[in-house]
C-alpha cells in the first residue's frame, strides 16, 4: 500500500468549498444567468464529439476553480497517471486497472508488469473479429448444418450490462436476422421463456463469465446445455452451439467448451468496464466487428480527452467535480441519468452498476471510514416517457436531484415530426428545472389563489445537457467513457478504491450457506436470527406442498 493520502475533507479546497456552498445555497439559477449574459457559453464545452452545457447548474466561476483546485489537491492528476500507466491502482486486489488498453490502437504500448498486453488485445480482437464474421456470413454452422439466428449471453453483472445495453443501443446497425439475448438471472423463468422463443438448431451460447464461477451463469449454463442436448439429442451439439468468454481456462475445459472456442481477457479488466473485451462477443456478433471497432474508436478517443485536457476543459472531470458538489457540499444523494433516445433505455441501469459498483464504498484506501458522502444512487429512464412518471417529483418535490440530459440532433428513425417534439421536450425540460414559473407568474395568468402554490414552479433545479450529432457506434463509445472517468474522478477524489466489489460477497456466501438449508429432507437445525429462521421454515413448509 502506498502512504495514505489525508481526507479529502482537509484539503484547502474543501474547506473553501463548504463555506462557498453556504453562501451558494441560496442563490437562483435565474439570477445567475440574469448577471451574466455569457454565462451559456462560460459554462458548456465541446470535446470528443460531446457538446457539453453545464451552465444550469448551481455554481459559479469561483466554485468551478476551487472544484478544480480540490481534483489538484487529491492527486487526481496522478492517480490518472497511474491508471493509464498499468499500475495495480486497485490496492485491494494488487490489480491493474486498464480498460483503457482494450481501446488502444495497436500502435500503442502499454505495459504490465513489464509486458505489453497491446498486442494481446488485438489478438483477441482478431480472433473474435474471426469468429463474429463466421457466425454472421454462416461460415459457422450448428450442429445439423442451420445457420446461427439466435446468439444467446449468459452472463451477469458486469458479463452482462454491458452487452446487453450495447446491443440494444447499436440495434440500429445491427444484422437484423440474428436475434440477440441476454440470460441473466438464476430465476429459471429468464432462461425458460428465452429458450420458449428460440430454435436449438440456429442458437449459439456465449456463456460469458470472467471468473467461470459465477453461480447464476453456471446454473444457466448447464441448464441451456441440457436443453440444447435435449433437443438435438447428441451431447456432441455442445462443442458447435456453445462458446466460453473467460479469464479462467480450466473451468471452461471442466465445463466442456474446448478452449479453441474461449476468448480470453484479463484480471486487469474490471467486469463492469469489460464491454470492450470479449464479453462484447455478442455485441461484435451483432453490428459487426467494424463497427465494434467503432466502439473502441470512440472510447479511445475520449481516453485521450481525459488523460490530455485540463481539469477545467475536461469533459469526465467537470461531470465528475459538478456531481460531487451537489453530493458532498449541497446535500444531493442520487442523480438521475436521462436519455432522450430509445435506443438508450438500458444505459442508466448500465450506469447504475458502473457508478454504484464503483463508488459504493464506506473507506478510503487506507481503510479509514469516510466522513464524508461517497457514490450517489444513480436511476433514470428514457425521454419522454420519464416525464410523464417520475419528472412531478424532479419538478416540485422536496428532494434536490441534479440530472443528466442526453439527446441527439439527429434521429436514426426519423419519422414525420417525432424527433422534433422529442427534442422541444428534452429542451423545455431542463428551462422548466431551472427557472420554474413563479406564484407572480402563475398568478398573472388568471390561476384562482387558493391554486397558485400548487401550480407554482421553484425551479433552481440543476441539469447537465449533453448533446450528441447522432447515436452511432463511436458516440456510444465515448459516452460509456465519459461516465467511466467521471466515476473514476469522483472515486480518486474521495481516496476510496473504485475497481473492488467486496460489498457483494456477504449476501452471496449467506445464500450458498441457506441453500442446502431449503432443500434438506431433514429438518435442519437453523443458527439464523429468529426473522431468517422463520423466513426459512416457512418457505420450506410451502415447498413441501407445491
Ligand atoms: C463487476 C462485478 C460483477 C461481475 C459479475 C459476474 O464489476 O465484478 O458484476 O461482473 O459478478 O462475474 P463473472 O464475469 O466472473 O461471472
Same mark, same amino acid.
Given at each position: 500500500?502506498?502512504?495514505?493520502?489525508?481526507?479529502?475533507?482537509?484539503? !484547502?479546497?474543501?474547506?473553501?468549498?463548504?463555506?462557498?456552498?453556504?453562501?451558494?445555497?441560496?442563490?437562483?439559477?435565474?439570477?445567475?444567468? &440574469?448577471?451574466?449574459?455569457?454565462?451559456?457559453?462560460?459554462?458548456?464545452?465541446? /470535446?470528443?464529439?460531446?457538446?457539453?452545457?453545464?451552465?444550469?447548474?448551481?455554481?459559479? %466561476?469561483?466554485?468551478?476553480?476551487?472544484?478544480?483546485?480540490?481534483?489538484?489537491?487529491?492527486?487526481?492528476?496522478?492517480?490518472?497517471?497511474?491508471?493509464?500507466?498499468?499500475?495495480?491502482?486497485?490496492?485491494?486486489?494488487?490489480?491493474?486497472?486498464?480498460?483503457?488498453? $482494450?481501446?488502444?490502437?495497436?500502435?500503442?504500448?502499454?505495459?504490465?508488469? @513489464?509486458?505489453?498486453?497491446?498486442?494481446?488485445?488485438?489478438?483477441?480482437?482478431?480472433?473474435? %473479429?474471426?469468429?463474429?464474421?463466421?457466425?454472421? %456470413?454462416?461460415?459457422?454452422?450448428?450442429?445439423?448444418?442451420?445457420?446461427?439466428?439466435?446468439?444467446?449471453?449468459?452472463?451477469?453483472?458486469?458479463?452482462?450490462?454491458? !452487452?446487453?445495453?450495447?446491443?440494444?443501443?447499436?440495434?440500429?446497425?445491427?444484422?437484423?436476422?440474428?436475434? #440477440?439475448?441476454?440470460?441473466?438471472?438464476?430465476? @429459471?423463468?429468464?432462461? &425458460?421463456?428465452?429458450?420458449?422463443?428460440?430454435?436449438?438448431?440456429?442458437?449459439?451460447?456465449?456463456?460469458?463469465?470472467?471468473?467461470?464461477?459465477?453461480?447464476?451463469?453456471?446454473?444457466?449454463?448447464?441448464?441451456?446445455?441440457?436443453?440444447?442436448?435435449?433437443?438435438? @439429442?447428441?451431447?456432441?451439439?455442445?462443442?458447435?452451439?456453445?462458446?466460453?468468454?473467460?479469464?479462467?481456462?480450466?473451468?471452461?475445459?471442466?465445463?466442456?467448451?474446448?478452449?479453441?472456442?474461449?476468448?480470453?481477457?484479463?484480471?486487469?479488466?474490471?467486469?463492469?468496464?469489460?464491454?470492450?473485451?470479449?464479453?462484447?462477443?455478442?455485441?461484435?456478433?451483432?453490428?459487426?466487428?467494424?463497427?465494434?471497432? =467503432?466502439?473502441?474508436?470512440?472510447?479511445?478517443?475520449?481516453?485521450?480527452?481525459?488523460?490530455? &485536457?485540463?481539469?477545467?476543459?475536461?469533459? !469526465?472531470?467537470?461531470?465528475?467535480?459538478? @456531481?460531487?458538489?451537489?453530493?458532498?457540499? $449541497?446535500?444531493? =444523494?442520487?442523480?438521475?441519468?436521462?436519455?432522450?433516445?430509445?435506443?438508450?433505455?438500458?444505459?442508466?441501469?448500465?450506469?447504475?452498476?458502473?457508478?454504484?459498483?464503483?463508488?459504493?464504498?464506506?473507506?478510503?484506501?487506507?481503510?479509514?471510514?469516510?466522513?464524508?458522502?461517497?457514490?450517489?444512487?444513480?436511476?433514470?429512464?428514457?425521454?419522454?416517457?420519464?416525464?410523464?412518471?417520475?419528472?412531478?417529483?424532479?419538478?416540485?418535490?422536496?428532494?434536490?436531484?441534479?440530472?443528466?440530459?442526453?439527446?441527439?440532433?439527429?434521429?436514426?428513425?426519423?419519422?414525420?415530426?417525432?424527433?422534433?417534439?422529442?427534442?422541444?421536450?428534452?429542451? /423545455?425540460?431542463?428551462?422548466?428545472?431551472?427557472?420554474?414559473?413563479? /406564484?407572480?407568474?402563475?398568478?398573472?395568468?388568471?390561476?384562482?389563489?387558493?391554486?397558485?402554490?400548487?401550480?407554482?414552479?421553484?425551479?433552481?433545479?440543476? #441539469?447537465?445537457?449533453?448533446?450528441?450529432?447522432?447515436?452511432?457506434?463511436?458516440? $456510444?463509445?465515448?459516452?460509456?467513457?465519459?461516465?467511466?472517468?467521471?466515476?473514476?474522478?469522483?472515486?480518486?477524489?474521495?481516496?476510496?478504491?473504485?475497481?473492488?466489489?467486496?460489498?457483494?460477497?456477504?449476501?452471496?456466501?449467506?445464500? %450458498?450457506?441457506?441453500?442446502?438449508?431449503?432443500?434438506?429432507?431433514?429438518?435442519?437445525?437453523?443458527?439464523?436470527? #429468529?426473522?431468517?429462521?422463520?423466513?426459512?421454515?416457512?418457505?420450506?413448509?410451502?415447498?413441501?406442498?407445491?
Amino acid at each position: 500500500m502506498t502512504e495514505p493520502r489525508p481526507s479529502p475533507t482537509t484539503l !484547502p479546497a474543501w474547506i473553501a468549498l463548504t463555506e462557498h456552498a453556504e453562501r451558494l445555497r441560496t442563490v437562483e439559477l435565474r439570477t445567475l444567468f &440574469a448577471e451574466d449574459p455569457g454565462r451559456a457559453e462560460r459554462f458548456s464545452h465541446e /470535446a470528443a464529439g460531446i457538446f457539453l452545457d453545464y451552465s444550469k447548474n448551481r455554481i459559479t %466561476s469561483e466554485t468551478l476553480g476551487l472544484l478544480v483546485a480540490l481534483a489538484e489537491q487529491a492527486g487526481l492528476r496522478e492517480r490518472l497517471t497511474a491508471m493509464f500507466a498499468g499500475e495495480p491502482i486497485n490496492e485491494t486486489e494488487k490489480r491493474a486497472v486498464l480498460h483503457v488498453a $482494450l481501446r488502444a490502437p495497436r500502435s500503442a504500448s502499454i505495459l504490465v508488469g @513489464g509486458d505489453d498486453v497491446v498486442p494481446k488485445v488485438h489478438e483477441v480482437l482478431d480472433r473474435m %473479429s474471426a469468429f463474429a464474421d463466421a457466425v454472421r %456470413s454462416g461460415a459457422l454452422v450448428g450442429h445439423t448444418g442451420k445457420r446461427f439466428r439466435h446468439v444467446v449471453n449468459l452472463g451477469i453483472g458486469g458479463s452482462d450490462l454491458g !452487452p446487453a445495453m450495447a446491443c440494444q443501443a447499436l440495434r440500429h446497425y445491427s444484422d437484423r436476422t440474428i436475434d #440477440s439475448r441476454f440470460v441473466s438471472n438464476v430465476d @429459471g423463468t429468464d432462461l &425458460a421463456e428465452t429458450l420458449r422463443a428460440i430454435d436449438p438448431e440456429s442458437t449459439l451460447f456465449i456463456v460469458c463469465s470472467k471468473t467461470f464461477t459465477t453461480l447464476e451463469t453456471l446454473e444457466n449454463a448447464k441448464s441451456a446445455r441440457a436443453w440444447l442436448v435435449d433437443r438435438l @439429442g447428441s451431447a456432441e451439439a455442445v462443442a458447435r452451439h456453445f462458446v466460453a468468454v473467460s479469464t479462467n481456462a480450466e473451468e471452461v475445459k471442466r465445463f466442456g467448451i474446448d478452449t479453441e472456442r474461449m476468448f480470453g481477457f484479463w484480471d486487469w479488466v474490471g467486469g463492469r468496464y469489460s464491454l470492450p473485451s470479449a464479453v462484447g462477443l455478442s455485441l461484435m456478433i451483432a453490428i459487426g466487428p467494424a463497427r465494434f471497432r =467503432e466502439l473502441l474508436g470512440g472510447m479511445h478517443e475520449m481516453d485521450e480527452h481525459f488523460r490530455t &485536457a485540463p481539469f477545467d476543459r475536461n469533459l !469526465p472531470v467537470i461531470l465528475g467535480l459538478i @456531481g460531487l458538489w451537489y453530493n458532498d457540499f $449541497l446535500g444531493a =444523494e442520487s442523480y438521475a441519468v436521462l436519455p432522450y433516445d430509445q435506443y438508450l433505455s438500458r444505459f442508466p441501469a448500465y450506469l447504475q452498476q458502473l457508478d454504484m459498483e464503483s463508488n459504493g464504498k464506506g473507506v478510503d484506501l487506507a481503510g479509514r471510514r469516510v466522513t464524508y458522502q461517497t457514490g450517489p444512487v444513480v436511476w433514470g429512464e428514457p425521454g419522454t416517457n420519464g416525464q410523464h412518471a417520475f419528472f412531478q417529483l424532479l419538478h416540485q418535490g422536496t428532494k434536490l436531484v441534479p440530472c443528466d440530459f442526453i439527446g441527439f440532433v439527429r434521429s436514426l428513425n426519423p419519422l414525420g415530426s417525432h424527433h422534433d417534439q422529442l427534442m422541444a421536450n428534452f429542451f /423545455a425540460q431542463t428551462e422548466a428545472l431551472a427557472f420554474g414559473k413563479s /406564484a407572480e407568474e402563475v398568478a398573472s395568468e388568471g390561476v384562482a389563489a387558493e391554486l397558485v402554490p400548487h401550480r407554482t414552479f421553484t425551479g433552481n433545479r440543476p #441539469s447537465n445537457t449533453l448533446l450528441l450529432d447522432e447515436l452511432t457506434p463511436a458516440a $456510444l463509445g465515448r459516452l460509456i467513457a465519459l461516465y467511466e472517468h467521471k466515476v473514476f474522478t469522483q472515486g480518486a477524489i474521495w481516496n476510496i478504491n473504485s475497481f473492488d466489489q467486496w460489498g457483494v460477497e456477504l449476501g452471496k456466501k449467506l445464500a %450458498s450457506r441457506i441453500a442446502p438449508e431449503l432443500t434438506a429432507e431433514t429438518e435442519p437445525e437453523l443458527r439464523h436470527d #429468529s426473522s431468517t429462521n422463520a423466513l426459512i421454515r416457512r418457505y420450506r413448509a410451502g415447498r413441501r406442498r407445491s
